[in-house]
């Protein structure tokens, strides 16, 4: 995991936001939409039949924006959580859950 010291706009965006998923979708060529460019299993939704503004505000993708480290269990507590980056894709992957923790660092410093 990696740390660095926030600015005051990083400090406040994470402290609001889940750091890289915030105002962020990815929209593959065939319109389907997803939260994440990595996690693909599941799609909100497709441009081609429903419009991006109507998937933004209904399909819950916007909850993932609103994962910053004050919901993740293991994190809320931690000292570091508004400098500790955060890779949903990469942590869902090894957990199994979108709000899984398996990269921590803290041990170690
Ligand atoms: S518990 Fe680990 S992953 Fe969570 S904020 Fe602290 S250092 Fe980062």
Redesign the pocket.
Known sequence: ?RYVAPGYYEYYLKKQFNPCMIGSVTISCDGSVYACRVMRKNDYGNIYITPLDVILTSSGISEYWQLN?DS?E??KT?H??YS?DDCRALESSLTGDPVG?Y????ETL
């Open positions: 995991m480290k993740l293991p994190c931690c570091l959580r500790c923790v990269i921590c660092g803290r």
